[in-house]
């Protein structure tokens, strides 16, 4: 588990640099576009990026929960949940409780983020705490303590966040262009859109593929570690297999899902991608089928 812990801080900080890297290119060009002088357009787009991936490394669980428009978990209103995780604080050894949020979606579904296990949130959706039964929402939550306890959440939370941001600034860069593009009929700016265009073709081509690629970095192999460790936790592999099952057979939409923060969650948010045979080397999720296979022979 230490060793997990130690590759997935590694893994941050080369994930950090890379979309570093990616943010002050794009807003380099940005610069480039708008005839700011090259060492004015690296001062602006290295200040930028730096500053932004700052700001998403102390603020990401705030990103992400605001993305989703979860709210804040309260004892009155959600007595279950708030229960089972004072429970499961002793059997998971952490010393800081995670807080916990709530979405509306119909969808049972759950994920953990936070820079570390001192500011670790869990949040999961109104259709989990009304479908499950005690031990299945058990097993979830411990799932997700899991993630806290192995420093997935850091890794999850910064991918989440700048994969957005960079295809966002990408989106943004490729509107400009085109804007630009209308509006300048003269030759010499027509040569320079197209190079623009050239390039923000390639920003808006790659962006998605290198947040996939980004995405399967993180290794799928971090939810059979998960599932592994709640069991620990709760000593009751069936809880977490019955809700895993009713999980992957639920064709509910969670609506504030996306692309970019799909694999954080305990199942593919996608119903449909759920259910497809694709390649394993293509899945940001091992199959429920996996996974709960694996559950079974640690009975």
Do not use: W
């Amino acid at each position: 588990m230490y060793e997990d812990i130690k590759k997935n801080k590694m893994k941050t900080g080369g994930i950090v640099f890379i979309f570093l890297l990616m943010i002050t290119l794009i807003l380099y060009y940005v610069c480039y576009m708008f005839d700011i002088s090259s060492y004015a357009a690296i001062a602006i787009a290295l200040s930028f990026s730096i500053l932004s991936t700052i700001a998403t490394y102390y603020n990401c669980d705030k990103i992400v929960l605001a993305s989703v428009k979860a709210r804040e978990a309260t004892h009155e209103e959600d007595l279950q949940l708030t229960n089972i995780l004072d429970a499961l604080m002793v059997a998971s050894g952490l010393e800081h409780k995670p807080r916990l949020y709530v979405m509306e979606s119909s969808q049972p579904n759950a994920f953990a983020t936070g820079r570390n296990p001192q500011n670790a949130i869990i949040c999961v959706t109104t259709g989990l705490l009304e479908k499950l039964d005690y031990y299945e929402l058990e097993g979830v939550v411990a799932h997700e303590l899991s993630h806290i306890k192995n420093y997935d959440i850091l890794l999850s939370a910064v991918i989440s966040v700048m994969v957005g941001f960079v295809i966002m600034l990408s989106d943004i860069f490729t509107r400009t262009m085109f804007r630009s593009s209308r509006r300048d009929n003269d030759e010499n700016d027509s040569k320079g859109n197209a190079v623009l265009l050239l390039i923000g073709l390639i920003f808006l081509i790659l962006s998605p593929i290198i947040s996939n690629l980004i995405q399967l970095a993180v290794s799928r192999r971090r939810e059979y570690l998960a599932d592994s460790t709640a069991i620990q936790f709760t000593r009751n592999p069936d809880g977490l297999i019955s809700a895993l099952k009713k999980i992957s057979e639920d064709d509910s939409e969670l609506d504030v899902a996306s692309n970019s923060n799909a694999y954080m969650y305990i199942s593919n948010p996608f119903p449909k991608k759920r259910k497809k045979k694709m390649s394993n080397l293509l899945s940001t999720h091992p199959s429920i089928e996996e996974r709960v296979e694996a559950l079974e022979n640690l009975k």
